[in-house]
């Protein structure tokens, strides 16, 4: 298995421009999760889908923050438009929903200038 | 709302010597426990985690954590550090039945040879 696969791993922006990441889950895995990490904020869950609906998206910052699961084997998660204070690493992550393990994905390193 | 605490955020220690990192967590009811390792510049990765059973579980790399039901606590410990174990951990918790993770603020673990 290629274990969670995320694109890009690295983008750098100019400010108000469009950014998709991109996440692909474990083949099987019916969970899919959305984490920013910085240095001043930690960890922190932006939403996760179970079963390709959106379950909860209390994390997500504000409007110009979307995320999508069109099928069982993609996510996106949009930032438009994006300013300096979203860079950070965002990671994807997914289960099977047994028992709540996770396995994340290598992480996107988004900067904004 | 459940929460987790890591009370030691930043820990130095010398090769050889023993580690223990404090975990702890409020909520009343059944809980998955895991422990999660960050090395620098890459993505999360389980140590080990805690599900039912043998309160004492070990996990890969040495790491082993005791759940201590009546303190709320999964501590991790290793009897001896490397050099090689500097890395952030992270403690989560999950109520069963439930697929979002908790985490903890996170321990940077900085392992001097």
């Known amino acids: 298995d290629a274990g969670v696969i995320q694109s890009p791993r690295h983008e750098v922006t100019e400010m108000g421009q469009e950014v998709t990441l991109r996440c692909k889950p474990i083949?099987?895995?019916?969970?899919l999760f959305w984490y920013r990490q910085t240095m001043m904020r930690g960890l922190e869950l932006l939403i996760y889908?179970?079963?390709?609906?959106?379950?909860?998206d209390s994390g997500m910052p504000e409007d110009r923050f979307s995320a999508k699961m069109p099928n069982a084997s993609f996510s996106t998660l949009k930032i438009q438009p994006s300013e300096p204070r979203d860079s950070a690493v965002y990671f994807c992550?997914?289960?099977?929903?047994?028992?709540?393990?996770?396995?994340f994905g290598p992480g996107t390193r988004l900067t904004v200038l | 709302a459940q929460s987790v605490s890591q009370h030691n955020h930043h820990v130095i220690l010398s090769e050889a010597a023993s580690l223990e990192l404090g975990c702890n967590y409020s909520y009343g009811g059944t809980v998955n426990l895991f422990w999660y390792v960050q090395y620098p510049g890459q993505h999360l990765q389980l140590l080990l985690k805690?599900?039912?059973?043998?309160?004492l579980v070990k996990g890969i790399k040495g790491f082993e954590a005791e759940f201590i039901k009546s303190k709320f606590s999964f501590n991790l410990r290793k009897p001896s550090v490397q050099w090689s174990d500097t890395a952030e951990y992270f403690c989560?918790?999950?109520?069963?039945?439930?697929?979002?993770?908790?985490f903890g603020t996170g321990t940077r673990l900085l392992v001097s040879p």
């Open positions: 889908f179970n079963n390709n609906v959106p379950i909860d």
């Open positions: 805690y599900f039912s059973g043998d309160p």
């Open positions: 992550a997914s289960s099977s929903g047994r028992g709540g393990e996770q396995f």
């Open positions: 989560a918790v999950n109520d069963r039945g439930f697929q979002k993770l908790v």
């Open positions: 083949s099987g895995h019916n969970s």
